[in-house]
């Protein structure tokens, strides 16, 4: 195959297509340049379908090489190991968007690969790995309706910045990913300071339109040098079974729609289906095509009652929320506790305090830098009253814990008004429908209950919709039943004041910026609604710190001092650590952060510090030890490096014929500076000491 390549204009640079030259074997092959950043992105499809397999297995991969940034990996295997967060959120950025432009019943496997090749430190390459692996299926012999573009726009400084680089990110009001077709908006993905409805529409449709650009540079790519689709087998469920179950369970559905509790209605179902197992399996009809029949069936009944009834299907209004349950304070031993409950889904967040050593060093393609807010999230197998392996978190999992750390990250305090690193973690302990808006609403609470004064309380809201043709319903607060057949997952988190993030997935081709609208505003009435629930419960941040949380002081010292304070291999630093059990962090602006959980030890540690640190000054009294007997008097430590003498006839208030007899070394005595010559020698007296 011959090298091919197009490019258009985006932003500030060209993208640049290439195909022909890297990964030929596989089905589909794209190189994508922006600037001094490359992407490889490849898509291969099974030849066949797995005995028994009912699902589209679609994987998607990231891998960011650290030689793309011309790094060694750091720790003590030098390669590269199990995926970072980073690489897991490029991974479902691609599959996001991608996943609903499958065709219906394909069930062959396809992999995406994106390997990031080359990184100039300036543009964030997840965006070109999107457009890429979109361009690599409409290339391949893969069926795909695509394609697919994605852009970023960022506001900053009151100017929409299409393609920012991570310098304009990072100090942007908003951020805004946007991915599309023709069609519509197909993903969102947002971080934002407050912002308004009215501004993020303007951002997303600038990146709407520059998506344009970048769609026809694909269907001119796959026109040019793409390859004919392959003809494949689709597992369609069969009309006349579909018929059959209809018949035999539309009625038996009704019944089960008006069971409230989620797992009464799943057991039903079960009951159910086995009822149409037993009446339907034969030789040409399996239990699996049954099951999917009915799957089919309660998709098409569910969509009717929300389409065509004033209620849902649990007897909801369209914008009603579930109940909603505060609580604060509910662990006795943690530094913030708060349990959030909304229908049947409960998130336990937790906050925990800590000082500069438990900020997470995070090695990256833009270079290292320290993270001083973490939010985990949790999702046991009990949540949804199942059983499964307790493992480390998975993809959803970092997925979920992203965007709800996003959603607060507007809010928390920066380390000149609060010098804590602060990590919350979501417990998810039931789930039907947006666990992560809960933990968004849950860790609110709790960050309030640890006292971290957060800048305004932030809630979040998911709404669905269903649509067949131009009729479309959206729903506030949706269920877990209303998400699984719906046709649009959509989170909005906020303040009174503004959007803090923004989520949109959705399984069909595309909505348009009007009905994206009108999701907005529906999702700000929700948003304010769920903030008054969080304000009855607790209506600020604490003014006090828990008890079992560290107090952490800021000292300001002369950068010049540091040395000092830290000593020859760190042996005066030490001395003070072990001597008051503080936890010590140097700045090298001179900022010295002091954490303990005792005050007076805390205190004292600050004492040691200042003593070394500030300059001598003439009448004020030290605690003193003595270093070196003479017989003119004695030469007393009053911090470390720093002696004066404490001249005989200043020891006491009577006539000292032998110093020894009342002063040896180790004796430890409070000392008045008197005097400090002009060769910086200071004197000292034990005698003129004011008594207490």
């Known amino acids: 195959m011959q090298i091919a390549t197009m490019k258009t204009g985006f932003g500030r640079q060209d993208l640049i297509l290439e195909t022909g030259m890297l990964a030929k074997q596989a089905n589909g092959s794209v190189k994508i340049q922006y600037g001094g950043t490359v992407v490889l992105v490849t898509a291969c499809m099974s030849k066949g379908i797995r005995e028994g397999q009912d699902f589209f297995p679609l994987t998607v991969d990231c891998q960011e090489r650290t030689y793309a940034a011309g790094r060694i990996p750091g720790g003590f295997f030098k390669r590269e190991g199990r995926p970072s967060e980073s690489e897991i959120l490029t991974a479902r950025l691609i599959d996001r968007p991608i996943r609903p432009l499958f065709p219906k019943g394909m069930l062959n496997e396809v992999q995406i690969v994106a390997m990031v090749l080359s990184s100039d430190g300036e543009f964030d390459p997840d965006i070109l790995a999107v457009n890429a692996a979109s361009a690599a299926l409409c290339l391949s012999d893969i069926p795909f309706h695509g394609p697919l573009a994605c852009s970023r726009v960022a506001y900053v400084d009151k100017n929409f910045v299409l393609s920012p680089t991570y310098a304009e990110i990072e100090k942007a009001e908003l951020e805004v990913v946007v991915a599309a077709n023709a069609n519509g908006v197909m993903m969102l993905e947002s971080r934002a300071e407050q912002v308004s409805e009215e501004i993020y529409l303007e951002a997303v449709k600038i990146g709407f339109d520059a998506c344009k650009d970048i769609l026809r540079l694909q269907e001119n790519f796959a026109k040019q040098f793409g390859k004919p689709k392959a003809e494949i087998e689709y597992k369609l469920v069969d009309p006349e079974l579909k018929k059959k179950v209809h018949g035999l369970a539309a009625e038996k559905l009704k019944n089960i729609y008006q069971v409230a509790k989620k797992e009464d209605r799943e057991d039903q179902v079960d009951i159910l289906a086995k009822e149409l197992e037993e009446s339907l399996v034969s030789d040409t009809c399996t239990a699996s095509q049954i099951k999917q029949a009915l799957v089919e069936v309660e998709k098409e009944q569910v969509r009717d009652i929300i389409l065509n009834s004033p209620k849902r299907v649990d007897g909801r209004a369209k914008t009603e929320i579930r109940p909603i349950t505060c609580e604060v304070s509910v662990l006795p031993r943690t530094h913030g506790s708060a349990l959030f409950t909304r229908g049947q889904t409960q998130s336990l967040s937790v906050t925990t305090l800590g000082t500069g050593d438990d900020e997470q060093m995070i090695e990256a393609l833009e270079g290292e830098k320290n993270k001083s807010f973490m939010l985990h999230y949790s999702f046991p197998p009990f949540s949804v009253g199942e059983t499964g392996p307790m493992r480390g978190p998975g993809r959803r999992e970092i997925g979920h814990g992203a965007l709800a750390e996003k959603s607060l990250l507007a809010v928390i305090p920066g380390k000149d008004k609060f010098p804590y690193t602060v990590r919350v973690v979501s417990e998810i302990l039931e789930s039907n429908g947006s666990s992560s808006m809960a933990t968004v609403c849950a860790a609110t609470l709790s960050l309030m209950d640890a006292g971290v004064p957060i800048k305004e309380p932030v809630s979040g809201i998911a709404l669905g919709l269903v649509k067949e043709g131009d009729k479309e319903v959206i729903l506030t607060d949706i269920a877990g039943l209303e998400d699984h057949f719906g046709d649009m997952d959509f989170k909005v988190a906020g303040t009174k004041n503004g959007m803090t993030a923004v989520q949109l997935d959705l399984k069909i081709d595309g909505i348009s910026l009007d009905l994206l609208k009108r999701c907005l505003e529906q999702s700000k009435e929700g948003r304010l609604f769920i903030l008054g629930k969080i304000n009855e419960a607790l209506t600020g941040p604490r003014q006090e710190l828990s008890g079992f949380a560290p107090r952490i002081e800021v000292l300001k010292v002369n950068p010049e001092k540091i040395g000092g304070l830290i000593g020859p291999g760190g042996k005066t630093i030490k001395k003070i650590i072990a001597a008051t059990g503080a936890s010590i962090d140097i700045q090298d602006d001179g900022s010295v952060f002091v954490a303990h959980t005792d005050s007076a030890k805390s205190d004292e540690a600050i004492r040691m510090i200042r003593a070394i640190t500030d300059e001598v000054e003439v ?43 009342v002063v040896k070394v180790g004796d430890e005595f409070k000392v008045i500076v008197t005097g400090i010559d002009e060769l910086g020698r200071i004197n000292l007296s034990k005698k003129q000491v004011p008594a207490a």
Do not use: W
């Open 619 to 661: 009448n004020r009294v030290y605690p003193g030890k003595v270093k070196k007997v003479m017989n003119f008097g004695a030469f007393v430590e009053i911090a470390p490096g720093k002696e004066g003498l404490v001249h005989v006839s200043e020891i006491s208030d009577t006539f000292v014929k032998d110093i020894n007899s």
